[in-house]
């Protein structure tokens, strides 16, 4: 199966600056990696797939890049309402899993 | 527009069973597959399985097969998770999600969470 690792388990970043989590599969998995957002007391949400098209709604600030087995998500001037925790997911093959999440906090 | 609508939250004993309900609308119920996942308290998220909308093919996790059973009935549009023998470790929030269609293992809608709390 494949392993995806996210890094760093936490930021903490100032407001309007920027915010950089990466995401790495132990082996290749193409171009088939979505991001999720997860807000306090609530249900994930898709932000991106395809690891840079980004889902209905998703404010232009979120933006992903990647394809093999690197990938980054990027939050450009960060506001409060984007406290939350962050997964990344392969789909490229079964089982599809999950990252262990990147916490994003306000500095 | 699209809604996955959960069961309530359920007290169960370790060694029971528990069943998760998932009503889905807003879209063509067999043109989409259902996938459902968990999280811990405090925990990230754990995939457990898909099945088909159109004809309630699953695909099962390795470590939750042999406990788990997702079923769907497609005259009330709503899927089930039926998880047995329950351990205390089992106390999660459970997600009913629908997949992303041709990308079937990519989720793009979520349910509202079901808690389920395991103790004796």
């Known amino acids: 199966e494949i392993v995806m690792t996210q890094s760093p388990a936490t930021l903490s970043v100032s407001p309007g600056e920027r915010a950089t989590l990466s995401c790495r599969a132990s082996?290749?998995?193409?171009?088939?990696l979505a991001w999720y957002q997860q807000k306090p007391g609530q249900a994930p949400r898709l932000l991106i797939s395809?690891?840079?098209t980004r889902a209905t709604g998703i404010p232009a600030r979120f933006s992903g890049s990647g394809s093999g087995t690197e990938f980054t998500l990027t939050i450009n001037s960060l506001q409060s309402e984007d406290v939350a925790i962050y997964y990344c997911?392969?789909?490229?093959?079964?089982?599809?899993?999950f990252g262990q999440g990147t916490k994003v906090e306000i500095k | 527009q699209v809604q996955l609508v959960q069961s309530g939250g359920e007290l169960k004993k370790p060694g029971a069973s528990v069943k998760v309900s998932c009503k889905a609308s807003?879209?063509?119920?067999?043109?989409?597959?259902l996938i459902w996942v968990r999280q811990a308290p405090g925990q990230g998220l754990e995939w457990m399985g898909w099945?088909?909308?159109?004809?309630?093919?699953?695909n099962y996790v390795r470590k939750f097969q042999g406990r788990v059973t997702m079923t769907i009935d497609t005259s009330t549009t709503t899927a089930y998770m039926e998880l047995g023998n329950l351990r205390s470790d089992d106390t999660a929030v459970y997600y009913c999600?629908?997949?992303?269609?041709?990308?079937?293992?990519?989720?793009?809608?979520w349910g509202q969470g079901t808690l389920v709390t395991v103790s004796s």
């Open positions: 395809a690891a840079a």
């Open positions: 997911q392969q789909y490229n093959e079964w089982p599809p899993l």
């Open positions: 999600a629908r997949d992303a269609g041709k990308e079937w293992l990519r989720i793009d809608y």
């Open positions: 099945i088909s909308g159109y004809n309630g093919n699953a």
């Open positions: 082996q290749s998995v193409g171009g088939n």
């Open positions: 807003g879209y063509t119920f067999g043109s989409y597959g």
